[in-house]
């Protein structure tokens, strides 16, 4: 059964708030990249690999590793920041992201870097990818656990829905699909592009048993997954309710940062280009937790 204490969620808490500092500085490192869905990931991916997960950075292919899919591939700052965090390489290598040559590009690539389980970009085929890894690792009589985390403009895609008919028939209760529920998507919100509402009922009808929580409560997070593994004869689906850019104010809710990185966009609420890595990283002093610096 999995538990968590006040002191680990702290923990947590902390840890989050040193990663979203360590995002904001690759990403304006890089130049180029995605803010607002790995911002609002972070305590997923954080609760993910420092809580839930039965894995070991140094064996990344170890035979009894629970699988993350990570399906919205354009998100992987965060999975690159929180596995260099976690052990997986050093975390000095993630102010290489999206140069020439390095092992953290702009989408992930399987093979490329260790403990990667897929490759990811094409939106939607995250969750068939985790549908063939719950399936086979079942018919090994293997204990693991298989996670996908994908997004809600994900939803808007055919073969999600297709993976989704297939979990529901051969009811995969040994996987577990956290949707980033941000609201939105590259051109605005998702509601006004392509509907997506009743979520829920949708799932509920494909035969997956259905929770939905602050995907910034690690403890909702921790208890949710706990009850999706206890489900049997179903996948499960946590709909996780996120604010994108959560951490950094003059990004949070506007759909205009689900591409940019900080000194690359400027907006009617925004800091000045040149001081937005700054004023990011004052305002995340305020989320809590250990401040590596006082002077960046
Ligand atoms: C099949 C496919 N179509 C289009 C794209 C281009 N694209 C990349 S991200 C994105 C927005 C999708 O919305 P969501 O994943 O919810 O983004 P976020 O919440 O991170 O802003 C689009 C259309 C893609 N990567 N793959
Ligand atoms: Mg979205």
Not at 46 to 70: A, E, G, I, T
Not at 142 to 148: E, G, K
Request: proline share 5%; charged share 25%.
């Amino acid at each position: 059964m999995l538990t968590i204490h006040d002191k680990k969620v702290q923990e947590l808490e902390e840890r989050s708030t040193e990663i979203r500092r360590d995002l904001i500085k690759m990403l304006t490192n890089a130049g180029s990249g995605h803010s607002a869905g790995p911002l609002d990931l972070t305590e997923i991916f954080v609760s993910l690999y420092f809580h839930v997960m039965n894995h070991k950075p140094k064996q990344p292919k170890w035979k009894h590793r629970d699988r993350l899919y990570l399906s919205c591939g354009h998100v992987c700052p965060i999975q690159y920041t929180v596995m260099a965090h976690a052990g997986y390489f050093p975390k000095k290598e993630l102010m290489t992201l999206r140069k020439l040559g390095s092992r953290l590009q702009g989408h992930p690539e399987y093979g490329a870097l260790p403990g990667l389980e897929n490759t990811s970009g094409p939106l939607g085929n995250g969750s068939s990818q985790a549908c063939g890894s719950a399936y086979s690792l079942r018919m090994d009589g293997s204990r693991s656990h298989v996670y996908c985390v994908m997004s809600d403009g994900e939803l808007q895609e055919g073969i999600t829905w297709e993976s989704a008919m297939f979990a529901g028939k051969y009811r995969l209760n040994n996987m577990t699909w956290i949707i980033d529920r941000n609201n939105i998507q590259i051109d605005g919100n998702t509601e006004d592009i392509m509907p997506e509402e009743p979520l829920r009922d949708k799932f509920e009808a494909f035969n997956f048993h259905v929770m939905e929580v602050d995907g910034h409560n690690i403890r909702d997070l921790v208890d949710a997954i706990g009850q999706g593994h206890a489900v049997t004869e179903k996948p499960t689906v946590i709909i996780a309710h996120t604010i994108p850019g959560k951490g950094v104010p003059f990004m949070e809710y506007d759909f205009r940062w689900h591409g940019a990185p900080p000194g690359k966009l400027e907006t009617e609420t925004s800091p000045k280009k040149d001081k937005q890595m700054q004023v990011a990283l004052n305002e995340l002093r305020t989320l809590g937790g250990k401040i590596e610096s006082e002077h960046e």
